[in-house]
C-alpha cells in the first residue's frame, strides 16, 4: 500500500486544495492501493520533515513535491516506481 | 456602526496570505475604529470562523459577514470596493 499525505497550511490555501484534488486524481488510477491523507504542515509530523514550503507531498514518508502542485502523471509515475513498475 | 473587515490566513502562510495580512494592517492604519473594525484569523484560530461562513480556502476577506475575496490576495483598489460596498466612506 502507498501513503500518500499532503502537508498544507491550516486552514488550506488554493494551492494546497489543489495538490489535495491532484494526489486523489493520481490515487484513482491505482484502486486499493493509494491512501491520500491531508495533513498540518504545523503538526508534529510536518515539522519532523522539514519543509520548507506548501503545498508538500510525501508518498511513503518521502517528500516528492514542494511549494508547487505537481502534475498527475508525474504523482502517477512515483505511484509506479513505488510499486515497482 | 463600524464596517467589519475579516480577514483570514494560512499556517504557514503562503505568499497571498502574508500579502492580505499586510494589507489589513495598513486599512486598519488607515482608518478609525469607529469607521472600520479589522480582524484577523490566522491558522488554527481560524478554523471555527473559516467553518462558520464555510469558507474553501484562504486568504479570504468577509465584510460584514458577506464573503468578498476567496483564494487569491487582491489588489487594494479591489478591497476598496468591497469595503465601500460594506458601508465604508473610501478614502
Redesign the interface.
Known amino acids: 500500500m502507498i501513503e500518500v499525505k499532503v502537508f498544507?497550511?491550516?486552514?488550506?490555501?488554493?494551492?494546497?486544495?489543489q495538490a489535495e484534488e491532484q494526489a486523489k486524481r493520481a490515487a484513482a488510477k491505482f484502486p486499493g492501493q493509494v491512501t491520500v491523507e491531508k495533513c498540518?504542515?504545523?503538526s508534529a509530523e510536518g515539522l519532523g520533515l522539514v519543509l520548507h514550503m506548501?503545498p508538500a507531498i510525501v508518498v511513503n514518508g518521502r517528500v516528492v513535491s514542494e511549494g508547487r502542485v505537481p502534475e498527475e502523471s508525474e504523482l502517477e509515475r512515483v505511484f509506479l516506481s513505488e510499486l515497482g513498475g | 456602526m463600524p464596517t467589519l473587515m475579516e480577514v483570514?490566513s494560512?499556517?504557514?502562510?503562503?505568499p497571498?496570505?502574508v500579502a492580505v495580512l499586510a494589507m489589513a494592517d495598513r486599512y486598519a492604519e488607515r482608518y478609525p475604529a469607529e469607521e472600520l473594525t479589522v480582524k484577523k484569523y490566522v491558522?488554527?484560530d481560524?478554523?471555527e470562523k473559516?467553518e462558520a461562513y464555510n469558507?474553501?480556502?484562504?486568504?479570504a476577506i468577509v465584510v460584514n459577514g458577506v464573503i468578498k475575496i476567496e483564494?487569491?490576495a487582491p489588489d487594494e483598489g479591489t478591497v476598496d470596493n468591497a469595503l465601500r460596498e460594506g458601508g465604508l466612506w473610501i478614502r
Request: glycine share 14%; aromatic share 6%.
Open positions: 498544507g497550511s491550516e486552514p488550506p490555501c488554493a494551492k494546497c486544495r498540518a504542515a504545523q506548501t | 483570514f494560512g499556517d504557514p502562510p503562503c497571498g496570505c491558522g488554527r481560524a478554523l473559516y469558507l474553501s480556502c484562504v486568504p483564494g487569491i
